[in-house]
């Protein structure tokens, strides 16, 4: 048995009732789930996939792309999802280092993929493509392969501060652990309806929002982006949303907002800061006070908000019943009182098995007693109600993705008549943050914003190329030499000579 596709089953509501409907009408029953994961194992394991090989997929946002993650459980892989905004030579990396078995793209993406180290299959957004043709061929029942609650479910890549990405090894255990405890603690139940608008390359959207939906036998109305509109037209079926901030900041524009949230039962945020100002202008809006929960890859959730009683603006709860928190001095570990910012860290079910191949750094990320060091900054009150309040480490997040200055920094110091670079990130009222760079160009080279950021056109994924650009004559730097960060983002608004690009 597969240990995390055996719990979806076990609570599942008779085989009959609806689980996934799209917008043009597609509509799947749980029995459909169960007879069409099983197809997709099938194919998986005609093509040579074995248990604890990794199946890596970079495709649209799909039905069909949801159950051939189920397939992959149940075929003993380990699922690694990719953003379908990364460039082939990003893609390249997580290939060399995950070294899958096999690379599912959308059929546009074929011809690139193909120069990479592995084989290829195509799965586009309708479920038609070779892995579908090899699904549809590979015809009878699926044994699912067994797999065990600490063998490992998926990896999900996220980078550090040298901007080289790590892949985060979770395992069935893990995830099933986590959703369990949000189906109670956001009292799921089969009569939940679920917008889902949310990318499915992220434990957000891929594992907190099906899982929860799943286990709890609940339905979920699938789109394949985030559409204010779509959203708005759903809600008066819906029963539940989960989203980054942006979500809810772009749904406060919508006329009529008020009439389509009145049948609402909850709205989730995370993934990203939640202002306080929106969580006011939301509940002012709507009558819904939004609650905020805190996660991250390596983890899943860690704390929320609660379901009854008040959801604090600006603060991300309480951790999780099963989940020991405790705010550390960052150097030594030992824990700070009340009150006092340091570092979060925590223990529980959730936490991951380690990065893939590397074990330093996934010592670097463990306290010597087991907790888990998230690289956030925060505080609890007296009750153990956390705040986020920074992050040690650089990291941009932007509408919830995240982006490490110092891969950017990289790429832009690697294009002709570059010296140096900086990145930062600057507010954004739509994205939370967006991405700034200064860039010093080499002595005699003349360098122009347009010119650069063409440059990075194929090094990086939209999403982290810069969106405003300045060319200075240097950085600054203590006497450390360090380049001060937080006086390039105090200065910026007073720079008068930077592009908008
Ligand atoms: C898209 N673009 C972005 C962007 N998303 N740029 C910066 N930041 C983003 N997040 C760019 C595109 O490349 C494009 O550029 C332009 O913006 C418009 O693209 P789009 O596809 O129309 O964007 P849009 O639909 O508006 O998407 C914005 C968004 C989306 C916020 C709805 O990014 C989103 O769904 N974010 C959710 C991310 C998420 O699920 N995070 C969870 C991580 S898990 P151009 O120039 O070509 O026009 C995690 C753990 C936890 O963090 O706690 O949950
Ligand atoms: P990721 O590595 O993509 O999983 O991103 C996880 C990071 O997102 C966390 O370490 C936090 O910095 C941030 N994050 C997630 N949820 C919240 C939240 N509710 N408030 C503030 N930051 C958050």
Known sequence: MSY?????????????????????GCHLSYGDIVAQSAAWARALVALGVRPGDRVAVQ?????????????????GAVFLPLNPAYTTSEVGYFIADAEPRLLVV????????AALPCPVATLDADGRGSLADLAQAAAGGFADIPRGPDELAAILYTSGTTGRAKGAMLSPGNLA??????????????GDVLLHALPVFHVHGLFIACHVALLAGARLLWLPRFDPAAILRLMPRATTLMGVPTFYTRLLDQPGLAAAAAGMRLFISGSAPLLADSHRAFAAATGHQILERYGMTETGMITSNPYDGPRRPGWVGPALPDVVLRVSDPETGRPVPPGQTGMVEL???????????????????FRPDGFFITGDLGRCDDTGCLQIVGRARDLIISGGLNIYPKEVEEAIDALPGVLESAVIGLPDPDLGEQVAAVVVPRPGATLDPATLLAGLHDRLARFKQPRRIVIADRLPRNTMGKVQKAVLRAAWGKVADYSDV
């Open 106 to 113: 959308d059929p546009g993406r074929a011809a690139a993929a």
């Open 59 to 75: 495709v649209e946002k799909s039905v069909a792309a949801l159950l051939l993650y189920l397939g992959s459980l149940r075929a």
């Open 347 to 365: 223990r529980g079910p959730n936490v991951f098995k380690g990065y893939w191949r590397q074990p330093d750094k996934t010592a670097e990320a």
């Open 4 to 24: 995390l596709f055996d719990q979806i089953r076990q609570s599942m509501p008779a085989a009959g009732r609806p689980a996934i409907e799209t917008a043009d």
């Open 177 to 190: 652990a986590n959703a369990r405890t949000l189906v109670d603690l956001w009292r799921f139940t089969a």
